[in-house]
């Protein structure tokens, strides 16, 4: 085995760490040393994984019109078009409890847009390669799921209950979709996880901080009405497990999905059916 290195083309290969601290936006000194101007920040690169490259310049959609699930997606480098499901979330939570409730949620968004896509699609617009969707919900201790406050009175309530009970759980349904080159019923890969955070709330935050908080709106659009990464960290003591997952979209896991469901396409299935039909 030869014992040469294989250098990347110029074009596609990483910088050197100087080039990249210099894209970072630090600058070079006169010594030689590196001088942090943080006006030039750039950001990092992208990731460089076979199916990030392979869906690279593709049609990619994200189910949701959430800012927050678009942002924790971009380090990814993928250019998501963003089209939210227009079908009512009018599962029964009753009937199928917390971690049902938002998993089926979660496909139902993404069947809806899938569907709608190819629908839509035309010869100028390809159709998708990635569907991603997600759905967050708020469960107590008692297993009621919060949904978004409705009033300004909810808000407060609504906190001060998670306050007074000191701990609840956030559930994120992740759906992943991608279309299979085959013509193998249905005609997608679909994976699925439903990943969960556990939020301690701070006891001795205060009637007034609640108050204060509800009155500046971060917390609207959010189920549970409050936001871990902004003000809403205020409230909330710890966390055990992911923080992104609590913002509304765990990104570890997700990437796992899309390998699944990009990558592997069920041949491996397809060759044990073969075998134990011989």
């Known amino acids: 085995m030869s014992d040469k290195i294989v250098e990347k083309d110029a074009s596609t290969a990483a910088p050197s760490y100087d080039a990249a601290a210099v894209q970072h936006g630090a600058l070079p000194t006169r010594n030689g040393s590196v001088e942090r101007r943080g006006t030039l920040q750039r950001g990092p690169f992208f990731l460089d994984i076979p199916v990030l490259n392979q869906l690279r310049g593709k049609r990619c ?5 959430s800012p927050r699930r678009k942002q924790i997606l971009a380090p990814l480098g993928l250019n998501f078009e963003v089209t939210p499901s227009k079908k009512p979330e009018n599962l029964s939570k009753e009937d199928l409890g917390p971690l049902q409730y938002v998993l089926k949620t979660a496909e139902q968004k993404c069947l809806d847009v899938y569907e709608l896509a190819l629908e839509n699609s035309m010869k100028s617009i390809p159709d ?44 994120t349904a992740v759906v992943v979709l991608a279309p299979r080159e085959d013509a193998r019923d249905p005609g997608y890969n679909f994976e699925t996880s439903v990943e969960e955070t556990k939020v301690f709330f701070d006891e001795s935050v205060s009637d007034e901080l609640i108050e204060a908080y509800v009155r500046t ?39 796992g999905l899309i390998e699944k469901a990009v990558l592997n396409t069920g041949d491996e299935e397809d060759e044990a059916g073969d075998a134990d039909d011989e």
Do not use: C, F, W
């Open 128 to 171: 998708p390669s990635l569907v991603i969707s997600a759905d967050t919900i708020i469960v107590t201790n008692s297993g009621r799921i919060l949904e978004k406050p409705r009033s300004q009175a909810d808000h407060i309530a609504m906190l001060k209950m998670l306050r007074d009970q000191k701990s609840h759980k956030v559930n």
């Open 61 to 65: 959609i994200l189910a949701s019109q």
């Open 217 to 255: 709106r971060e917390g609207v659009d959010k189920a549970g009405g409050y936001g871990l990464q902004g003000m809403g960290s205020l409230l909330v003591e710890k966390i055990e497990g992911s923080s992104d997952n609590v913002v509304g979209l765990p990104l570890r896991v997700t990437l």
